[in-house]
């Protein structure tokens, strides 16, 4: 049944962003809608922008609701993590840009629908982000607050976190000798949550 409800919201985006082109270059409107006419505003510097009056913007809700509805996607994503995909299938099927301009609009809308449910059935990658905290005392630590756990960067548990940062970095991200340094001076002996 969540399928369904799933192939029948991608159906209800295919149909949302087929009047869009229809509609011809979006981006243009910016000038000749006034402020409190857009509904939606959204885009990249790569991609151009899609500005959506009201009507517009109730449709783009609904295909955003529907999509979310389905309890598959619900357990894996946020609301906001599906309407950025669906940003995205949106802006690639409508090449504002011209970055696509030898496919024809039916192939880009092919191709953003497939994109967008094959991001949708992955399973996002849970991250641990840790950041000094200024301001918060170093007595009574360490201690948790619901999911955030604060602790004092000493050098034991500093080495595992640049552990972990080295795993980071070691994928191409541009680590140097000098993070490490970085890391010692930015969170040895500081709060850490």
């Not at 609904?62 to 509805?69: E, F, P």
């Not at 009574?140 to 602790?151: A, E, H, N």
Request: proline share 3%.
């Amino acid at each position: 049944m969540a399928s369904n409800s799933k192939d029948g919201a991608l159906d209800m985006l295919k149909g949302f962003i087929t009047n869009l082109h229809r509609k011809g270059d979006l981006s243009e409107r910016e000038r000749e809608l006034r402020p409190f006419e857009i509904g939606v505003l959204f885009g990249s510097a790569d991609e151009g922008n899609v500005v959506l009056d009201h009507e517009e913007a109730k449709e783009y809700r609904k295909c955003l609701r529907k999509l979310y509805s389905s309890n598959e996607i619900q357990e894996k994503h946020s609301k906001r993590a599906v309407e950025i995909l669906m940003q995205e299938a949106i802006l690639h099927a409508l090449d504002l840009n011209n970055k696509r301009c030898d496919k024809p609009f039916e192939d880009r809308l092919s191709e953003a629908i497939k994109e967008l449910e094959s991001k949708l059935q992955v399973n996002p990658k849970p991250w641990v982000v840790h950041m000094r905290v200024e301001g918060l005392a170093k007595e009574g630590l360490p201690y948790k607050f619901g999911k955030v756990q604060f602790w004092l960067a000493d050098e034991h548990n500093l080495g595992e976190l640049k552990d972990k940062c080295g795993a980071i970095f070691d994928r191409g991200t541009g680590l140097s000798e000098s993070s490490n340094s970085y890391i010692d001076r930015y969170f040895l002996n500081h709060p850490i949550a």
